[in-house]
């Protein structure tokens, strides 16, 4: 969808899916926007600033919405029009593709107007560039490009409009390797039913996360080893420091037992990045050890 | 597990160095990274200047190679679970549904999929007379269609 908007020199607004009415409302209005891409499950937040975005008159949704909300957006207005993906889909395919060349944007075009998540008021829209997002990706590829293989993979559950992951996953793209798509509310085992959680099904070995996710996941571990009484513990908390400390022979011993925590991870997890906000160094260092390379970002 | 160890053994030389002098008292040289002192990165590779040409790019270079993987949503299982909580002092028992989803395995689209998609929702744009300077929202969830 995002790429769609940019090879047509569309300018795109990110709203994140937690906003708010009024920061909802903000982040569509403050830019005029023309359209709207949205989930079947988010409808009923747009139906309700639908009258007060005065700008918007086309609505594009993916998922299995009620027919009834469907009906009442395009109550809203006489001229929105409102469209499933597939359909919009179509509609491109059966069309020519040569007026698509004098579409094409320039460097110095917006790509993207980003609003933050709004916890502090209104959400503020940042404004980037192709040539901006096109330097991140070289920067990044310049510094981190040559740890990365062509058998990794990336699992990406964090919002897109969030610059980190989106800078990421472009850079996944560059780089040709792919992005498994997860949920927050999926990741692990313990949430889902009948199947596995996204991190055993895709198994990833690049996954960001932002501070509070890794806190999450230090937690547990350590919830997990302490449950496992005092032998347990004790040997888990050897292999930690034989580890950090890097004492031959027991540092490879240390890495045998904790190989039981990275399997939690899908066992190929090789690089970790944070960022968003400061990490903090013991959680960096503990994290680092038992299970992955944590990189700030 | 494979380590992580670089195959480029002292990649960065030197750390940083300084770029320029400290502009007045309070206040610090500006430092760089050496490995780009002289020439700040702009863009991944030449001919890249837009997000239009990554896309291009990585469907020229990896084609059929997985680009996206995602997981439809097979059912939702709903599951009730007693929450106790405690209201003006007495402790009542409250029951509470819990969803949870059971998800497909792992489906992919190639980037050469990935870029007939975006040529396919381009033209769309087009027909309905979107063009440059117009402002787009996403509202959405992380997913494939984003």
Same mark, same amino acid.
């Given at each position: ?27 569509? +209005?403050?830019?005029?926007? !023309? ?11 747009? =139906? ?22 469907? @009906?009442?957006?395009?109550? !809203? ?20 593709? @040569? ?9 110095? @075009? ?11 008021? +209104? ?8 040539? +901006?997002?096109?330097?991140? !990706?070289?920067? !990044? ?10 058998? @990794?993979?990336? =699992? ?88 950090? +400390? ?48 944590? =990189?700030?970002? | 597990?494979?380590? /992580? ?8 030389? /030197? ?25 700040? /990165? ?28 995602? #997981? ?70 992380? #997913?494939?269609? /984003?």
């Amino acid at each position: 969808m995002f790429h769609g908007c940019s090879s047509v020199s569309v300018t795109i607004a990110t709203a994140y899916d937690t906003l708010g009415e009024d920061g909802l409302l903000h982040s569509l +209005n403050e830019p005029e926007c !023309v359209g709207v891409f949205t989930n079947a499950e988010l409808l009923p937040m747009l =139906l309700r600033v639908l009258p007060k975005a005065t700008t918007i008159k086309v609505v594009i949704y993916d998922g299995e919405p009620q027919q009834s909300i469907l @009906d009442d957006i395009r109550a !809203v207005r006489d001229t929105i029009k409102v469209l499933n993906i597939d359909e919009f889909r179509k509609i491109g395919q059966a069309l020519p593709t @040569d007026g698509l060349q004098a579409h094409l944007p320039k460097k110095d @075009d917006i790509a993207t107007i980003m609003y933050t998540s709004g916890s502090t008021g +209104n959400p503020k829209g940042v404004i980037i560039s192709h040539s +901006n997002l096109v330097a991140s !990706v070289g920067s !990044v590829h310049t510094l981190l490009g040559h740890h990365l293989t062509k058998d @990794d993979t990336f =699992l990406a559950y964090l919002p897109l409009a969030h610059v980190l992951e989106f800078i990421v996953e472009l850079i996944m793209f560059f780089v040709g390797l792919p992005i498994g798509y997860g949920r927050v509310k999926t990741l692990t085992d313990a949430s889902v039913r009948n199947c596995k959680g996204d991190i055993s099904a895709y198994r990833p070995s690049i996954m960001v996360g932002v501070p509070a996710v890794w806190e999450t996941i230090r937690k547990g571990i350590l919830a997990k080893v302490h449950a496992g009484g005092t032998m347990k513990k004790t040997l888990f908390n050897g292999a930690v420091s034989a580890k950090k +400390n890097n004492i031959p022979i027991l540092a490879q011993l240390g890495d045998a037992i904790l190989a039981g925590v990275r399997a939690a991870t899908g066992g190929r997890l090789r690089i970790a990045l944070s960022g968003g906000a400061s990490l903090s160094q013991e959680t960096q260092q503990f994290l680092s050890t038992a299970l992955v390379t944590v =990189l700030q970002g | 597990m494979t380590k /992580v160890s670089t195959n480029k053994p002292g990649f960065y030389g /030197v750390g940083s160095v300084e770029f320029s002098p400290s502009a007045g008292p309070g206040e610090g040289p500006v430092r760089r990274i050496a490995i780009t002192k002289d020439d700040l /990165v702009t863009q991944p590779l030449e001919g890249i200047e837009t997000v239009y040409d990554i896309v291009s790019y990585a469907a020229r270079t990896y084609g059929n190679r997985n680009a996206i993987g995602w #997981r439809d949503v097979v059912k939702v299982v709903e599951e009730e679970k007693e929450v106790k909580k405690i209201i003006d002092g007495k402790e009542t028992v409250e029951k509470k549904k819990w969803k949870f989803f059971e998800l497909s395995d792992y489906k992919y689209m190639n980037y050469i999929d990935v870029q007939t998609a975006v040529s396919e929702i381009s033209r769309a744009f087009i027909s309905f007379g979107l063009s440059k300077g117009d402002v787009f929202s996403v509202y959405a969830q992380t #997913r494939y269609g /984003v």
